[in-house]
Every structure is written in structure tokens, then in C-alpha cells.
């Protein structure tokens, strides 16, 4: 933000069960109703689609046709959803189908992708609200560092045709259009950029075995088949997927970072064995609440009627099996190779939680990196959009139960 413009002050979110959209994301949201209402999200709808898309036909690895199975269901009987958000999933569930066609036809043009060494990547673990964004943004910040951008994230592997990264660039900032004109105070909570870090979230969303649509959509049944599976095969699939990026754009140590890996130590630790792991913690109040309302806003873009005492309600569990995770299996983390950062330590020592996490990785942490990282902060100052305020109340809950349910880690972690 320019020196001396005044930053919007903080907002209170009162249309969380009945949105009110801008009148520019009207017609956005007309056309996408209409488009929504000739569409069938079943999986042979999508795959088809995909296909004509793209000539292609090799899906690789079958598996993830039973997990599609579950998801559109899922889908068509729990989400709830308006026309708007058929539209949206089904372009969303397109999208996922094109990138595995194009990543198993890149493969087989360059079968080398398979022996490119993904070699000790750093990854951060930890819910949103809890520093992981603004840590990982610094980490992607370093020149000698590799990040996923959201351009990239959506649109891995480009088209034949497109000789560069221009046209997929464009493509993400039509969609973050779409995003902004809707929900104009998302920003407040998580900004979103062509090139902003993104979570590799994103990529495992192509093998359809991911937390990513749990944040979207209402579906319990899948999320319940998700959690019941062995994520090792998704996983080798992400890795994959990294190791062809790699291959296109160079970089030769990754930043990572996901909220989902906290229940998934075990799996992460035997995909990525060199790798330095980053666990952020914060008081799971503050967490839940802010993560909650976060999601229960977003909800708006594709459910006919949201429900934020609904959402409230899921993502308390949902965040108690996360930190459930954490707490479980975090001495699976060797800890010569991770370290845990407390969002009060971090923002109290910036530098200091830094130069521990660039120590224990071996990476330099000198002038250059030190820089860069002003430099980002400087273009990118918190809170440059202005604040939300934030109340268990709005997505009904309240702190007592809140904490009560995760005490276990807040024994550990916090206390």
C-alpha cells in the first residue's frame, strides 16, 4: 500500500446466512446460474468433458475414479448447492480431470520426469489463522527457494498450443474476478494473487483425494472416505506432479505448505524423507474462530442457502481431528529435521523464528534472502485491505466448548 493511504478499518460480517453480493457479481452469478442448470455433476459427465477438452484419454492410476464416485454424490445430495455452485465444481472437477490427462501425457513424452529428485523441500504444517500463510509468502519471497503460484496450481501443465505461461496467468486472474467482485472481503482474511504461494492442496485436489473441498463444499461423506483411506498413493501423486513442474519451470528446493498434512505426519514424512518440516501452533480458539467464519463467508459462492452455525459446528471437529493429528503423530517428525513455531513467537521475532527455520534446513539465511523478504513485506503490508472482526457466536459456537474440545493440544502445544 502507498505511504500515507489510510488502510480500511476493521468490518463486522453480518451477512454470513444471507449474503448480499455487489451489484457487479449479479450478472456474473446470472450466467453462471444459467450455465450451472444445464450441467449433471456425474462422473462420467466430467470425465467426458475432459476428455473433449483435451484429445487425451489416460487417466493414469484408475483409483481415483472410485473417490470421484463418492465426491458426486457427495456433491449432488449434501452439498446443497445453487446453480452457481454447479457451475463452479463442475469447471473445478473438469479442471482436476484435464491436469491429470495432460500430466500423464507430459510423463509419457518425458518419461525422465519420473527421476527428477524433489530434494529436501521445506513444508509447513499447520491450520490457517496460525502464521502459515504469511510465513510461507517470506519463505517464497527467497530467490534460491521454488513455490507453487496459484496460476501454476491451477493450470500445471499448459495446453499444447501455449508456448508460454501468459494465457494460464490470464485465465487465474479471470477467476479471481470472479472471486473478488463476489466476495469483496475475502481479501480481508486471505489475499489472493496470480502469484501468490499456493498450497499444494491444489495438486492433490487432481488425484481427488484431498481436504481442498471440504473448505468449499458440504460433504460428509466424502470427507469420511477420505479420512478412512491410505493417502500414501495421493501423495506419490503430488510428488509426481512436482517432480514435472520441476522438470518445465526449474527450482531445486521446494517450499510446501498444507493444512491437510497435520493428520497426515506418517504418509508426508515417507513422501518427502529429507525434507524440513515447519508445525505452526496458535490458541485453537483464535483458530476456530477465525477459520470458521473464513469458511462459512466462502460458502456464499456456491450454496443455495449457507449455513454458518452448520459450518461452525464441522469445522470444530473438522479442526479437532487436525490437531488431533498433530498431537498424535508429531514425534513421527524426526526433530533433527522440524520444528514447531508459535504464532505469538513469530509475530513477537520474526527474524529470529526465520533464522531458526533457515538453520535447521541448512539453507543460507543472508543478505540477499534477508532483502527479498523486506522487500515483499514492504509491498505487501498486513492488513493493507483492513481487518475482520471475529466471533465464535456468528458461526455458533462459543470459546468454553471451543476449548474444551482441543484442550489436549492446547495442553501440549500452547500452554
Not at 521445506?122 to 502459515?132: F, Q, S
Not at 496460476?151 to 499448459?158: A, G
Not at 442457502?305 to 479437532?320: C, S, V
Amino acid at each position: 500500500m502507498t505511504a500515507g493511504v489510510e488502510r480500511p478499518g476493521p468490518i463486522t460480517l453480518t451477512d454470513l446466512a444471507n449474503p448480499v453480493y455487489p451489484e457487479a457479481a449479479l450478472p456474473m452469478r446470472e450466467a453462471l446460474a444459467a450455465y450451472g442448470a444445464t450441467l449433471d455433476l456425474a462422473p462420467e459427465c466430467l470425465l467426458r468433458a475432459a476428455t473433449e477438452r483435451t484429445s487425451l484419454d489416460d487417466f493414469g492410476d484408475n483409483a481415483f475414479r472410485a473417490r470421484l464416485d463418492v465426491l458426486c454424490a457427495s456433491l449432488r445430495e449434501e452439498a446443497g448447492l445453487s446453480d452457481v455452485g454447479v457451475a463452479v465444481v463442475f469447471e473445478q472437477l473438469v479442471g482436476n480431470l484435464v491436469n491429470r490427462l495432460r500430466l500423464e501425457a507430459l510423463v509419457a513424452a518425458h518419461p525422465e520426469i519420473e527421476q527428477v529428485e524433489i530434494a529436501r523441500p521445506i513444508i509447513i504444517c499447520g491450520l490457517p489463522r496460525t502464521g502459515t500463510t504469511h510465513l510461507h509468502n517470506l519463505l517464497a519471497a527467497d530467490p534460491n527457494l521454488r513455490y507453487l503460484p496459484y496460476w501454476e496450481s491451477l493450470e500445471p501443465f499448459s495446453p499444447p498450443g501455449e508456448a508460454d505461461e501468459q494465457p494460464r496467468r490470464d485465465r487465474c486472474a479471470a477467476g479471481l474476478d470472479l472471486v473478488n467482485t463476489t466476495m469483496p472481503e475475502f481479501k480481508r482474511m486471505h489475499d489472493m494473487t496470480v502469484d501468490h504461494a499456493h498450497e499444494e492442496i491444489q495438486l492433490l485436489a487432481n488425484d481427488i483425494s484431498t481436504m481442498l473441498f471440504e473448505t468449499t463444499y458440504h460433504l460428509p461423506t466424502f470427507a469420511a472416505f477420505y479420512k478412512a483411506h491410505d493417502q500414501a498413493p495421493s501423495y506419490a501423486h503430488l510428488k509426481r506432479q512436482l517432480q514435472a513442474l520441476q522438470f518445465l519451470r526449474g527450482g531445486t528446493r521446494w517450499v510446501l505448505k498444507s493444512p491437510q498434512h497435520l493428520e497426515q505426519f506418517p504418509t508426508l514424512y515417507a513422501t518427502f524423507p529429507d525434507a524440513t518440516f515447519v508445525v505452526t501452533h496458535r490458541d485453537p480458539v483464535e483458530v476456530t474462530r477465525s477459520m470458521a467464519t473464513m469458511i462459512a463467508y466462502a460458502s456464499r459462492m456456491a450454496t443455495a442457502r449457507p449455513d454458518p452455525h452448520a459450518i461452525g459446528r464441522y469445522w470444530l471437529e473438522r479442526a479437532g481431528d487436525l490437531f488431533d493429528g498433530c498431537l498424535r503423530d508429531r514425534d513421527v517428525l524426526p526433530a533433527d529435521q522440524s520444528i514447531d513455531v508459535r504464532f505469538s513467537d513469530f509475530m513477537a521475532d520474526e527474524h529470529g523464528t526465520l533464522a531458526a527455520i533457515y538453520e535447521l534446513a541448512g539453507q543460507p539465511f543472508d543478505a540477499e534472502v534477508r532483502t527479498a523478504m523486506a522487500e515483499f513485506i514492504a509491498e505487501h503490508p498486513r492488513g493493507r485491505y483492513g481487518e475482520v472482526r471475529y466471533d465464535l457466536a456468528d458461526v455458533g459456537l462459543n470459546a468454553d466448548e471451543v476449548a474444551d474440545r482441543l484442550r489436549p493440544y492446547r495442553e501440549r502445544f500452547i500452554d
